[in-house]
């Protein structure tokens, strides 16, 4: 058998006629660049986020480094984030010239450790980033309480959580700014790299929508420094498209997540399984946890399986970032996730009997590696 990390040829198969139709609509209008689709998406991503406003941008990368200049955090600045995350969310705040400073995971979610955020605060301190990593949102409550009392900007990198809820609050409608990325692996995926911003604040809005298209504002005069961030009508027209299947997706992943806990559980097997804590884990990963965690992918790997290690070198152990003189052991949590985690499919398209194979494998990988009993060794 054959199961792919992800499928997204299946997905494409499923709604062919719908995303032609938005691209051609495209062409017909020759408008490649913002214009009407890409503000119909920002109000659509918006309200699914219930959040008032939705800024278009080329990439979740440049939604966090928007979010990062619109507050004009640069050299001398600490931003405090999470050193298990992609590149993407410290490579920004290391890009304008602030300092990444970290706090370990919670190893359960591994989302960042509120506890640990409180004694990362200095003077320099200007924001926090927390990530929503593989689909679930952080624990938002503490860090907008810790925020708050320190005055310091929440950018919530939601790249992989759109449509996740916490405590009935939707990914990225908590903090000052929500980013998403619209990868196309990611639950709602465009057609190449795009990304969006949501905020409730109408000034944080403008500020973005000047920011994007290289602070022009008016055309042709710039009282700020932006980039191009702009994104293209194509990608919000098949974003568009998508959305109203956004939540059926949910819903199958959702449902595959529970039968691999069920699987999983009833093999009995050494491994460790997501731990749902908020009310809508939206599931962009299945991550399984195993101190055999190369072996058993490179054996996933010749049984047709495929799978990720979501991420291999936390942050602080990056070769670009060895100018922060962070020692390896100084985050456990991170570290040992880089070694032990492992991403199996969890699409939306997977099937009773996919699962099964890969749960099987996964034990037969176990039953080829499981140490003898003492009692069938001794002479
Ligand atoms: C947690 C996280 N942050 C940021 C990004 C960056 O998004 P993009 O790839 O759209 O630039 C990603 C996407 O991979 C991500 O997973």
Redesign the pocket.
Known sequence: MNIPLLDLKAQYASIKTEVNAAIQEVLESQHFILGPKVEECEKAIAAYSTCSYGIGVS??????LACLMAENIGPGDEVITTPY??F??VGAISRLGATPVFADIDPATYNINVSQIASKITKKTRAIIP???FGQVADMDPVMLVARDHNLIVIE?A??AIGAEYKGRRAGSIGDYG?F???P??NLGAIG???MIITNDAERAEKLKVLRGHGSKPKYYHRVVGGNFRLDAIHAAVVLAKLSHLDSWTAARQHNAKRYDRLFREADLPIGLPVVTTNRHIFNQYVIRSSSRDQMQSFLKKKGIGSEVYYPVPMHMQDCFAYLRIEAGAFPESESAARESLAIPVYPELNEEQARYVVESIAGFVDQTEPVPAEFTRA
């Open positions: 990439s979740g990368s440049d939604a966090l995350t992609f993407a969310t990530v929503h990593l990198d790249a992989q980013c990325s619209f990868f692996s990611k790299d795009a990304g």
